[in-house]
């Protein structure tokens, strides 16, 4: 970031970390807006700016960001479709939650998304990394096993007549 600190990915890095750790801060809020000030058009960038409004309690915003992203994007991302699905909750659009959590599960749980997910792995450890620290398995289970967990567990709360925990509301009542 000293470096550069014009370069929309790390911004949008940094943004993101410090999003997740501290919250919708004041220095979150601006790097997000600095990011996407820079690269407006970059799908990564418009889901953070979205996440960071849905935390901060204006999922309005956050909804058109999520969609535009998600059309803007080569490979639809589910952890997107998981934020969309909890803006929309969060507004109190159920159905239109559902299908975005439902969408989000379908993509993880494909064969095809699976495989691309772990080919990407291992052209980053042959083309960028040089090594390899974990299987692409392991690597796919830490970056979206997660993920994957939780819209399942929403979903099967929906289908238990249950109320979903949607991560937006919990962090923003922790933050608050």
């Known amino acids: ?19 997740i750790r501290d919250g919708a801060t004041e220095e979150v809020i601006s790097l997000c807006k600095y990011a996407y000030e820079r690269e407006p058009d970059k799908s990564y960038i418009m889901d953070t700016l ?9 999922p309005q915003k956050a909804i058109p960001l999520f969609v535009q992203s998600l059309q803007s994007s080569i490979r639809p991302s589910p952890e997107t479709y998981d ?15 559902l299908r975005a959590w439902q969408t989000a599960a379908s993509l993880l749980n494909t064969n095809e998304s699976k495989q691309s997910y772990l080919e990407g792995y291992n052209n980053m450890v042959r083309s960028v990394w040089g090594i390899s ?21 929403k979903l099967a709360a929906i289908n238990n007549g249950e109320e979903p925990e949607v991560s ?8 608050n």
């Open 133 to 153: 620290v974990a299987t692409p398995e392991a690597m796919y289970d830490l970056e979206l096993g997660e993920l994957a967990r939780n819209i399942m567990r």
């Open 50 to 58: 979205g996440w960071m409004y849905a935390l901060n309690g204006e």
């Open 83 to 97: 934020h969309l699905g909890d803006a929309y909750w969060m507004l109190g659009n159920e159905a239109s939650a």
């Open 168 to 175: 937006a509301r919990v962090q923003i009542n922790g933050a």
């Open 1 to 19: 970031f000293e470096i550069d600190p014009d370069d929309a990915l790390t911004v949008n890095n940094l943004a993101w970390m410090k999003l």
